[in-house]
DNA sequence: TCATCACCTGGAGA
DNA sequence: ATCTCCAGGTGAT
């Protein structure tokens, strides 16, 4: 039985798993690391670029994976309302530094921010006599100070990018070797750097390193446990998870929505943040 | 170990 | 207009 045979961008794209996309005149614009993507609708993804297919995950096995998920029942009814969701594989330094960017931040300030990043550090590229810029590489953005990053408007955390670009380029962050680690360490790995947390780093390894059990426990998640299943996933009552709360709560979350747990939180991050009219992109 | 709190900044709501 | 408040957290007390 095929389940979702085709994309929808706009659930996807405004489903808080990417920022640098606009939609002109019918078709989709996104950066993606130093690439500029185009989508029109409807979208064939057999027929796309191979850069295209992996960033949608065309290599997914999505019938085992949702009707893994949808074995929960909330989550089966978010399925069916956001028939042709997604989630995708973002350029991991991009993702990387986005998250970073997205802390205590709101969805259109956080694309303000790296809109900013890529049009005074990204490479310009046209296409047909528009112009965009991509993602500037952990190189390109080796010697920008502080300030230069506060003049993107990133606040307290042009100390954490100064800091993240760093140790990417001194080969304390290899992303390609996170994405060959367990979740466990993969996680550690990251929350090395400054800026990075539970919830960020959880992000960073769903949205760009094939880690599909990662489950981001942000305030929205927090509401949707606490409202949809209450009695279940305990120990949340006040505003701040500890760490050791908030490890014993993915271990169950885990057990509860499975190996594809962090597929199941889009769905539900979606449904919910739509539920209380909240704006995308 | 755990709760509180400050933190840059722009945009939304009063 | 002007102001307050808050936003997909995190690190320091």
């Known amino acids: ?25 019918d078709r ?20 796309s670029s191979k850069s295209v297919r992996r960033f949608f995950r ?12 949808r074995r ?6 978010a399925v069916k309302q956001f028939s042709g969701l997604r989630l995708i594989r973002q350029d991991p330094f991009q993702c990387y530094i986005s ?31 528009r112009q965009f810029s ?17 003049s993107c408007g990133l606040g307290f955390r042009a100390k954490y990018v100064r800091e993240a670009v760093k140790a990417v380029n001194l080969g304390k962050i290899e992303f390609e070797s996170i994405r060959k680690m367990d979740y466990k360490s993969a996680l550690e790995t990251l929350k090395t750097v400054r800026g990075i947390g539970n919830k960020i780093a959880d ?22 446990l606490q409202k949809y299943y209450p009695g279940i996933f305990d120990g949340m009552h006040g505003k701040s998870l500890t760490e050791k709360k908030y490890s014993s709560l993915h ?25 209380n009219k909240k704006k995308w992109l």
């Open 72 to 77: 929960d029942n909330l989550v089966g009814t």
């Open 28 to 47: 989709w614009f996104g950066i993606n690391g130093d690439d500029l993507l185009v989508i029109e609708e409807p979208f064939k993804i057999e027929a």
């Open 134 to 150: 991509t993602f500037p590489s952990a190189e390109r953005l080796a010697n920008v100070t502080t300030k230069d990053l506060l």
């Open 251 to 275: 271990e169950k979350i885990v057990e509860h929505f499975g190996p594809y747990a962090g597929y199941s939180q889009q769905f539900l991050f979606k449904m919910e943040r739509d539920l």
């Open 203 to 224: 992000c960073i390894l769903l949205f760009s390193l094939d880690k599909m059990e990662s489950f981001p426990i942000d305030r929205w998640t927090q509401r949707i």
């Open 58 to 69: 065309h290599d997914d096995n999505l019938d085992k994976i949702l009707s893994g998920i």
């Open 1 to 25: 039985m095929q389940t979702n045979p085709t994309i929808n961008l706009n659930f996807t794209i405004n489903s808080g798993q990417v920022f640098l996309w606009d939609k002109i005149e």
């Open 99 to 129: 998250f970073i960017c997205s802390s205590n931040s709101s969805i259109q300030n956080i694309k303000n921010m790296l809109v900013r990043l890529c049009q005074k550090f990204g490479n310009k590229v046209e296409f047909e006599d």
